[in-house]
């Protein structure tokens, strides 16, 4: 079997892995808390990019809009997300911080390094770090809360986050080049990195929406 087609295995394995999350979201949408509604919001918004992809994909048609879009989107309901289960003054601001950063960055860079028919490598690059600060700082929260922990679905959809933006972080730096220079098949062996990792995401915050409480709301007690 060649790398090319263990590639377009992966991808595909990537694209249908949502819907492990999705599914499982579907099915206890009624018991789930606001915070799992958010993280269903997103896995949806996931899904429908994932379904554009391969039809541009297949088409052989431009992902620039659709993946800068996606990023844009995904932190914003991710940002949503952590404002809820991060209830602590600390954690709120975190938020609050992580957020303006991210819009004065998009601005500045949108209008002068890459515009936003360009794969904004640098604002998927930025939505990482911080995506990755907010799961650290819920981490912290739950861990240095004084009371046990009782219930593990926030910290599978915690983890997953933090999974994926950690071991993608380097390859959304480099991604433009992997995008737009190299040659298409040697493209996707390097993306194949992204989707085993994207693969592992869906899993993570699948088992997260599975086993979720549905009157979890986060590191409330948290110091």
Known sequence: MSSQTISEIIRYASIFSIAFPLILYLFRMKNLSKSGHK????????????????????EEMSTVLLFNAYY??????????????LQTARGKKTVQWGLGIYVTAFIVITI???????????MWTLAGAISIIF???????????MRPMNDF?????????????????????????????????????????????????????????????????GAKDAI
Do not use: C
Not at 135 to 145: E, K, L, P
């Open 72 to 85: 844009l989107i995904f932190f914003v309901l991710l940002s949503w997300f952590y404002s809820d289960v």
């Open 153 to 217: 679905g926030l910290l599978w959809i915690n983890s997953g986050i933090l999974f994926y933006f950690s071991f993608n972080l380097f390859l959304f730096i480099m991604s433009s080049y992997v995008l737009t220079r190299l040659e298409p098949e040697l493209s996707l062996i390097v993306w194949s990195f992204h989707n085993v990792n994207n693969i592992i995401k869906n899993i993570l915050i699948g088992l997260g929406i599975s086993t979720v409480r549905a009157d979890e709301i």
């Open 112 to 122: 002068f390094i890459q515009s936003f028919n360009e794969y904004q490598t640098l």
């Open 39 to 58: 993280i269903g919001a997103i896995v949806i918004i996931s899904a429908l990019s994932d379904l554009i992809a391969l039809y541009l994909f297949e």
């Open 135 to 145: 799961s650290i700082s819920y981490f912290i929260s739950v861990f240095s809360a």
